[in-house]
């Protein structure tokens, strides 16, 4: 299961850290909370060590191994070098220019920008970690149900939607287990994946995909089957075995995880 080792989404590690106790309400807000700011904090060196410090500390609660974080970039890996090459090499012009050759610029402002956008990548990256590693998929959906809560007035199917998400980030693992079984059972035949140019490489992918689509209409076909076996119907007269309460914890949590970005943006802008 090398794939589901290096892909965090959808996995949930126990624990009885201090992250793992704060409610799922709170974590969704300020991670949410936290997204929006990355994109309007500043590029300047200190603003981004400070919010990096802030991260650091999400990760210190979570008491978990600094090893699932960093295998978590793994999949982003070219994603992230993609861009700082593009901005290193082709990003915004000005200030003192090392090197220039026809299309292919070297500027401050262009290694300033390729390394704020791939640090934007990787906090991304970081705090979606945080809040699936230290949460389960079932107080997910609990917690984006209860936030959705206030859209029931327009007719907008709040549960529906919940059980949706939760059901699309739970199968995400499996379906990444079953991408590996399937490609380990086409190595053991013979099979040879990257090898090739752009066009065999395409084709030599067809004999994962197709296996894989069937198994993920046969799994939901399934899933469907069960729900409907055991009278599932929607929201309608549905109740919860725990109910999540907001604790002095929550509320500490999401003071500092609204202030404290709050604080940067001023004090750096």
Not at 13 to 23: E, F, R, T
Not at 196 to 201: A, D, T, Y
């Amino acid at each position: 299961m090398e794939i589901l080792k290096t892909f965090p989404l959808g996995q949930y590690i126990p624990g009885n850290s201090l992250l793992h106790g704060i409610s799922a309400k709170a974590k969704i807000i300020v991670s949410f909370w936290l997204i929006i700011i990355i994109f309007l904090l500043k590029l300047n060196f200190y603003s981004y060590l400070l919010f990096f410090l802030l991260v650091l500390l999400g990760i210190l609660l979570s008491s978990l191994s600094i090893n699932y974080f960093i295998r978590s970039l793994k999949p982003v890996y070219f994603l992230i070098l993609f861009t700082f090459v593009i901005h290193f090499f082709f990003g915004e012009e000005g200030g003192k220019v090392y090197f220039r050759y026809g299309i292919i610029h070297i500027t401050d402002n262009g290694i300033k920008m390729a390394l704020f956008m791939s640090l934007r990548l990787i906090y991304l990256v970081l705090i979606t970690s945080l809040l699936t590693l230290t949460t389960s998929v079932l107080e997910l959906a609990q917690a984006i149900e209860d936030l959705l809560k206030p859209l029931n007035f327009v007719k907008f199917p709040v549960h529906e939607f919940s059980m949706m998400m939760t059901i699309a980030i739970r199968f995400v693992p499996t379906l990444l287990e079953e991408t590996d079984k399937i490609i380990k059972a086409q190595k053991a035949r013979g099979a040879e994946f990257g090898k090739g140019n752009l066009i065999s490489q395409a084709k030599s992918l067809l004999p994962i995909i197709i296996p894989l689509f069937i198994n993920a209409f046969r799994r939901a076909n399934e899933l469907a089957e069960a729900m409907e076996a055991r009278c599932y119907r929607g929201a309608k007269g549905r109740t919860r075995y725990r109910i999540s309460h907001w604790t002095i914890k929550d509320l500490v949590f999401l003071t500092i995880g609204i202030l404290y970005p709050i604080l940067l943006l001023v004090f750096f802008s």
